[in-house]
């Protein structure tokens, strides 16, 4: 399942990022804010207008804020 198939409230453990599908700098700043196979996330919340983006994150002690079409290119398990 993709990042962006999960509920808010929910916590997931990412297994893999399709990083061709990311533009290069969208992969830069995503590796640097520690999105990367292992990280373990919580969907906080979802935007609540069109699409339901952005879609808020928790990684660690930071919320991050990801596009829909981000958060589709990761692949997650529940933790």
Do not use: C, Q, Y
């Amino acid at each position: 399942m993709t990042l962006d198939g999960f509920e808010s409230g929910r916590s997931a453990r990412i297994l893999s990022v399709d990083w061709a599908s990311l533009a290069v700098d969208e992969g830069k700043r995503l590796k640097a804010l520690g999105v990367d196979e292992g990280a373990e996330v919580a969907i906080l919340h979802r935007g609540v207008f069109g699409g339901r983006d952005p879609i808020a994150l928790r990684l660690g002690n930071m919320t991050i804020a990801l596009r829909r079409a981000h958060a589709h290119a990761i692949e997650a398990e529940p933790a």
